[in-house]
């Protein structure tokens, strides 16, 4: 029985994949994770990490209408939030390993469009292909549901 391991995969347009994103892999070897992988795994997210606050905030900003909207919109904007949410990540992610890895030098030029697309990709693939999406679509309802009875609350408050 094989057992589930993370490579970090990054798609420069041309030749083979370079460190910069967690991708899932099943293997009949067990591998372990060793100094060298734990530093291109933060290296791969950092950009991503450094970004989370802000991209918190941008997500967080869209629970304001949370609780003033029916329950259908409210499943459609956690869904819609976890996802653009987890492809700002990736975006951040891999415009920091494409500014600052010395292996991506003299590779094949991406576009923003490309950037994009490609993160968007990504994250819809590793939320849905590992039905992470089970889990952190509830978890984001009720983020958006604390954070709108904040924001009524703040409200009544400044009323």
Do not use: K
């Not at 991503?48 to 409210?74: D, H, K, N, T």
């Not at 292909?129 to 954070?147: A, E, I, M, N």
């Amino acid at each position: 029985m094989g057992s589930s391991v993370y490579y970090i995969v990054i798609f420069t347009g041309a030749g083979a994949p370079r460190a910069g994103f967690l991708m899932p892999h099943t293997s009949a070897s067990a591998t372990v994770a060793t100094p060298t992988f734990i530093r291109e795994v933060l290296f791969a997210t950092a950009g991503g990490l450094v970004m989370a606050p802000l991209i918190g905030v941008v997500m967080g900003l869209l629970s304001v209408s949370f609780g003033r909207v029916r329950i259908l919109a409210r499943v459609g904007l956690a869904v819609g939030t976890l996802y653009v949410g987890a492809s700002l990540f990736v975006f951040a992610s891999r415009v920091f390993v494409l500014m600052f890895s010395p292996s991506v030098v003299g590779r094949a030029p991406i576009t923003a469009v490309g950037l994009a697309r490609e993160s968007i990709v990504l994250a819809m693939l590793g939320l849905t292909s590992r039905w992470y999406f089970l889990l952190l679509v509830p978890l984001t309802y009720g983020t958006h549901r604390l954070l709108a009875r904040a924001w009524r609350e703040r409200r009544a408050s400044l009323a």
